[in-house]
C-alpha cells in the first residue's frame, strides 16, 4: 500500500539518468534538502549517515507527488536531528509590484519580516515546485556545474 504523503525524516533517491543519482530527505513537513554524495553507501543505513554528515546543495518546498508516484523512492527514515528543527530554512518573497519590497520568510507559521533585496542573493524563493522534472533539471545541472533556467527565474530581481 502507498503511503498517502511523505514525513519529516524520510530519506529518498532520485535517478537522474546517465548514472546521475542525487538524494533528498523531508526535513520540514513540505521541504526537501538535496544532497550530493560521491561515493554513496550500498548500504542504507550508511547511506543516510553519509547524508546527515552533508550539507545540502539547496532546500526546496516540493510538492511530494514524485515520491507518492513512486518516481522518486524512499529508502529509509529517521527522525530530523533537532538541530535542523531549530533552524529551519529560510526563504525570501519579493513583491511582484514594487520588486524593492522583500520578505525573509520560514515556514514558522506567521513569521515575515521586511529585508532589503540585496540580503536575498543566494536564497531560494518561496515557491512551490509542482514538477519534479524541473527539480530533477536542477538536479542534474547542479551535478554538471551549469545554471539552471527554473532557478535563475527565481532569482531576486535587484
Known amino acids: 500500500?502507498?503511503?498517502?504523503?511523505?514525513?519529516m525524516g524520510d530519506f529518498i533517491k532520485i535517478e537522474l539518468g546517465d548514472n546521475m543519482v542525487a538524494y533528498a530527505r523531508v526535513i520540514?513537513?513540505?521541504?526537501?534538502?538535496f544532497y550530493k554524495i560521491d561515493h554513496p553507501s550500498d548500504d542504507n543505513i550508511e547511506l543516510m549517515?553519509?547524508?546527515r554528515k552533508s550539507e545540502p546543495i539547496f532546500r526546496l518546498v516540493v510538492?511530494?507527488?514524485?515520491?507518492?508516484?513512486?518516481?522518486?523512492?524512499?529508502?529509509?527514515?529517521?527522525?530530523?536531528e533537532p538541530e535542523i528543527l531549530a533552524?529551519?530554512?529560510v526563504f525570501f518573497r519579493q513583491d511582484i509590484v514594487d520588486p524593492k519590497r522583500c520578505w525573509?520568510?520560514?515556514?514558522?507559521?506567521?513569521?515575515?519580516?521586511?529585508?532589503?533585496?540585496?540580503?536575498?542573493?543566494?536564497?531560494e524563493m518561496e515557491a512551490v515546485w509542482d514538477?519534479?522534472?524541473q527539480v530533477e533539471d536542477r538536479l542534474r545541472d547542479y551535478l554538471n556545474g551549469k545554471p539552471n533556467k527554473w532557478a535563475e527565474r527565481l532569482?531576486?530581481?535587484l
Open 1 to 7: 500500500m502507498k503511503r498517502k504523503s511523505t514525513k
Open 28 to 33: 520540514v513537513n513540505g521541504i526537501f534538502a
Open 49 to 51: 549517515e553519509q547524508i
Open 63 to 80: 510538492n511530494d507527488s514524485a515520491v507518492l508516484e513512486g518516481r522518486w523512492k524512499i529508502f529509509g527514515y529517521s527522525p530530523v
Open 87 to 89: 533552524n529551519p530554512p
Open 104 to 123: 525573509l520568510i520560514t515556514m514558522t507559521p506567521g513569521f515575515k519580516k521586511p529585508i532589503a533585496p540585496e540580503e536575498c542573493v543566494n536564497m
Open 131 to 133: 514538477d519534479p522534472e
Open 155 to 157: 532569482k531576486v530581481k
